[in-house]
């Protein structure tokens, strides 16, 4: 942990933001849709996995999935139908070679499509890990079929080699910028330009040191410049912080940025970056003194206003195991550009000791500013490109990229809380609801599956819904948003899905429909159904931020239903809550019901168990919701309860489960209780045999003879010297000299001896005689 005296006191300051009185910590998703086959659409081929790269083709129609050793095209509209697929297999000679580097044939040494970009020419870039030797290669869709083009290319700096290591790539211009790792071991992380004029960062730890890479964007920033300035390239990721003065060493999430013109210095960072520039993000959640590290990043933009206004989500995640709370920050574009253009900067100090501390540095700043793009005051002192910058400005970016002020995001706080399954990807799409107020909806994958649709109403954290997408908790390593189709689409190892923004359906009550508070959803009053907002043109009821129920049409009072239930049986009532936060609670006869062992409270409704006269009457479900200070009660369900005495299958109305004569579960069950039942008549049928087991007319005999035994008996009797008394004389041992307990056939044991300085009378088995010739 850091020193209070030394740097990393900072994390600690912008947790203060957060300790309003109405700070949500942990946000509930109102509504949770457990997997159903009617939730999405997917797509998965059998044998193939890691669908985790996606390309829209809106222009074309088309769905680009990458996955492993395959590339499928999809239709956008239904994703579950597969137009054309191409394979991109590596050979046996490459698995070879990736076996004997200590990878594992199965799952590392495949090709793993990892790149997936558009040319402005219409054609696609690929690039594959290639068994630990990325290649990439163009890829045309024409006459529904996918081609590979041409012979493949170095992939090195564009793809990274282990397929399961973080990396981030965007296309600007047909140049691909990439972050990951230029060599085998993953030891040379770079930010790398690939195109005519190459450029790279530079391998030394003041510029990335161990990095998790995260996401890449591109910003305009030149469209109505007033300066000249140029579009610049976002790189969102994690690192260790060389600028902490720690005992051990802390991670911290960073954005980069370069510019586009960027071509390198004359002599100083010759094919490297000279508008490198990196600094810290802070995303303050109140549970943890370590600051979170970000997972994924999505720039959001109104088309209509100035770059300046665009935002980005980012995604962060704690980064030791003892929390499991997930945040979403935002930050706005103009922040993070003004702190690049005019914040100070840090520079490394050596000290007695043998470690660099870094500190903000207060010297002169060389003319034209390090890290700056071209603008029009550059022009003015003759610079029209970097490879004119000076050399002082150069070496100081070198030395320098470490901005010193960290970026906060808007508002102070995060725009998104949950416990729970850990934030993975995000999208964000802007909705007018029905008061004419926009509304940023965050569509937000989880690990385990999940999707959480979420929105951030004036300050107040509200997750509409939760839909589990895929059937196994495996985690959304790919989400992206379709503006022709209205759809998302999720990406994961077993599968991709389609779903759209809003399930209207799911609502089936007005009360329901406002208090869902989904900007895409309204209550039809006409048709008495909640529908999608854009596709009605009638005046819906709708209330996300004030939710105001009253604004819904009364309801009108329907029967109660009837239930019978005789004597001592079982029923159960059943209300389902929609919604998460509602508390459900239950009338008999107007008055609250007390639990008790006859009337037990359930998630999903009441169960009444041996019923008797008092537990007849009127019941009523209602379900009671919250919304600052405000309180919602509606009737859920309500039920006429009658006690009939005619008993069981005169038509009382019982929880009574029924026996399945059919089904596959079934049928293996039948089976094994047969398979039973010939194993037991085989062990009883052995234990005959052997004579463990005395047929019944032995046993009569046997008793017979006992009865004989016993009137002869009666003059004679033996006497051991422990004073036991064996009243039948007719008594031989079976086996005079072994040490056998066989009784078998119904002898007595061996006596127990109680001292131990005579000979005992030892009778191992003995047995009845029936003729006393026999002895």
Sequence with gaps: MCL????????????????????????????????????????????????SSMLLREDLGLLVLGSREAVFALDLKDISNKIASVEWKVSQQQVDDCKHKGKDPETECKNYIRIL????????????????????????????????????????????????????????????????????????????????????????????NEPIFASMAHMPESEQSDDGDDDKVYLFFSEAAVECDCFNKLVVSRVARVCKGDQGGERTLQRKWTSFLKTRMDCPVLDSQLPY????????????????????????????????????????????????????????????????????????????????????????????????????????????????????????????MRRGA?????????????????????????????????????????????????????????????????????????????????TCERSLTCWDCVLARDPYCGWDSVDGRCVF????????????????????????????????????????????????????????????????????????????????VNQAGLYRCLIVEHFKDKEYTTVGAEYQVQIDPRGPGKGGDVLNPQAQTDGPSVAGLQAGVGLLLIFLLALLGWNFYKGHLPLPCIKKKEQQSQQKLDREAQSSKVTYRDGVTAENKHLVSDTPHSGSNNNHAGGGGPLPDSDNDGPAVNLPSMQYIDDESEI
């Design 533 to 612: 907002l854009s596709s009605s043109q009638r005046q819906l009821i709708q209330s996300v931020k004030k939710v105001d129920v009253s604004l819904c049409p009364p309801v009108e009072r329907t029967e109660p239903v009837i239930r019978s239930i005789w004597p001592g049986g079982n029923l159960k009532l059943s209300c389902p809550s929609p919604s998460n936060l509602a508390k459900v609670s239950w009338e008999q006869d107007k008055k609250a019901l007390t639990p008790s062992t006859r009337l037990q409270l359930q998630q999903d409704g009441l169960l009444i168990l041996n019923a008797s």
């Design 117 to 208: 970009h558009k040319m402005e020419d219409g054609r696609m870039y690929v690039c594959g890990t290639n068994a630990f030797d990325p290649e990439c290669k163009y890829m045309s869709y024409a006459g529904g079929s996918l081609t590979f083009e041409g012979a493949a290319e170095d992939g090195k700096g564009k793809c990274p080699f282990d397929p399961f290591q973080n990396y981030a790539s965007i296309m600007v211009d047909d140049s691909l910028y990439s972050a990951t790792s230029m060599n085998f071991l993953g030891s040379e992380p770079v930010l790398m330009r690939n195109s005519e004029a190459s450029l790279r960062t530079e391998f030394k730890s003041s510029w990335l």
């Design 293 to 416: 590290l970000i997972q994924d990043s999505y720039r959001w933009c109104d088309l209509r206003l100035n770059w300046k206004d665009c935002i980005f989500y980012t995604i962060f995640t704690p980064q030791s195991d003892t929390s499991d709370l997930s945040a979403v920050c935002a930050y706005r574009v103009s922040d993070i550009s003004k702190v690049f253009s005019s914040g100070k900067y840090k520079t490394p100090v050596p000290v007695e000791t043998s470690f660099v501390k870094w500190v903000m540095y207060s010297g002169e700043v060389p003319v034209p500013r390090p890290g700056a793009c071209i603008n029009n005051e550059a022009r003015s002192e003759g610079i029209t490109q970097t490879l004119d910058l000076p050399d002082r400005t150069l070496q100081f970016i070198k030395d320098k990229p470490l901005m010193d002020q960290a970026i906060q995001p808007i508002g102070g706080r995060p725009v998104l």
């Design 422 to 502: 850990t934030f993975t990807r995000i999208t964000v799409t802007q909705v007018e609801d029905a008061d004419g107020e926009m509304s940023h909806v965050m569509f937000i994958g989880t690990e385990a599956g999940t999707v959480l649709k979420a929105v951030n109403y004036d300050g107040e954290m509200f997750i509409i819904e939760e839909v589990h997408v895929f059937q196994s908790p495996e985690p959304i390593k790919n989400l992206k948003f379709s503006n022709v189709t209205g759809q998302l689409y999720a990406g994961s190892d077993l599968g991709a899905a389609q779903m759209p923004l809003a």
């Design 4 to 51: 209070l005296r030394s740097l990393c006191v900072f994390w600690l300051l912008p947790l203060t933001l957060m300790l309003e009185e109405d700070s949500q910590l942990d946000c509930v998703p109102r509504r949770t849709v457990p997997y159903h086959s009617d939730n999405a659409l997917r797509f998965r081929e059998e044998g193939v996995f890691n669908y």
